[in-house]
Nanobody, 123 residues
């Protein structure tokens, strides 16, 4: 059964960095765009970043632009999210998902959600 597994979360001081990974198993998603979302306590899940199937196009939420970088390694069936200059407001559970319908940030067009990984940035 196809699934995504996120890892790399943790607790850092504000200004620190983390690198999240999203590893796919059960099937390859190399022909699909992939996205990262996050959900803070008591808030709706929100879009963070997206990468096209070949890595040639990326798209970011304004709140993370210039600080986060999404990338992928199709040979490893893995997507990454490099997060620099973390702020307390970046604290959330981070999820990756497969864009099966050309969503480009529209959550309803995604499937195969991972279980999430917790990121905490403290001041």
């Amino acid at each position: 059964q196809a699934q995504l597994v996120e890892s790399g979360g943790g607790s850092v001081q504000a200004g620190g960095s983390l690198r999240l990974s999203c590893a796919a198993s059960g099937r390859t998603f190399s022909s699909y765009a992939m996205g990262w979302f996050r959900q803070a306590p008591g808030q709706e899940r929100e879009f963070v970043a997206q990468i096209s199937w070949n890595g040639g196009t990326t798209y970011y939420a304004d709140s993370v632009k210039g600080r986060f970088t999404i990338s992928r390694d199709n040979a490893k069936n893995t997507v990454y999210l490099q997060m620099n200059s973390l702020k307390p407001e970046d604290t959330a559970v981070y999820y990756c998902a497969v864009d099966i319908g050309g969503g480009w940030g529209n959550e309803i067009m995604y499937d195969y959600w991972g279980q999430g990984t917790q990121v905490t940035a403290s001041s």
